[in-house]
Nanobody, 134 residues
Framework: QVQLVESGGGPVQAGGSLRLSCAVS???????????MAWFRQAAGNDREGVAA????????YYADSVKGRFTISRDNDKRTVYLQMNALKPEDTAMYYC????????????????????????WGQGTQVTVSS
């Protein structure tokens, strides 16, 4: 069973930065590069939404419009870790942030709509809280 463990969340003032990390372990240890990865977030009372996604090889990324130009997703396949660098944080970025991994989406269907859809991901972490104060 694949396991995803997020870290790096916490309180931060508006305009500040945080770097989230997601360590991947479990039976996919040797096949991590087959997984496309993403970060999602869920604010209190809201649905979970896709924030950023990265393809298996790391060459293609997608972002929600609300974070474009501020957030950057990256992956280190040797370390089996995915990162989300968050800059210029805003109070509306406050949420629980989740790391997710998926395998079912064929490359030909890798586009923004699919890459940021929760139903395309089969493994989820427990989340890390990000709180941005004004």
């Amino acid at each position: 069973q694949v396991q995803l463990v997020e870290s790096g969340g916490g309180p931060v003032q508006a305009g500040g930065s945080l770097r989230l990390s997601c360590a991947v372990s479990g039976y996919i240890y040797s096949t991590y590069s087959r997984y496309y990865m993403a970060w999602f977030r869920q604010a209190a009372g809201n649905d979970r939404e896709g924030v950023a996604a990265i393809s298996r090889g790391g060459s293609t990324t997608y972002y929600a419009d609300s974070v474009k130009g501020r957030f950057t997703i990256s992956r280190d396949n040797d370390k089996r870790t995915v990162y989300l660098q968050m800059n210029a944080l805003k109070p509306e970025d406050t949420a629980m942030y989740y790391c997710a991994a998926g395998t079912d989406l064929a490359s030909v269907f890798w586009n923004q709509r699919n890459a940021l859809a929760t139903q395309k991901y089969s493994a989820w972490g427990q989340g890390t809280q990000v709180t941005v104060s004004s």
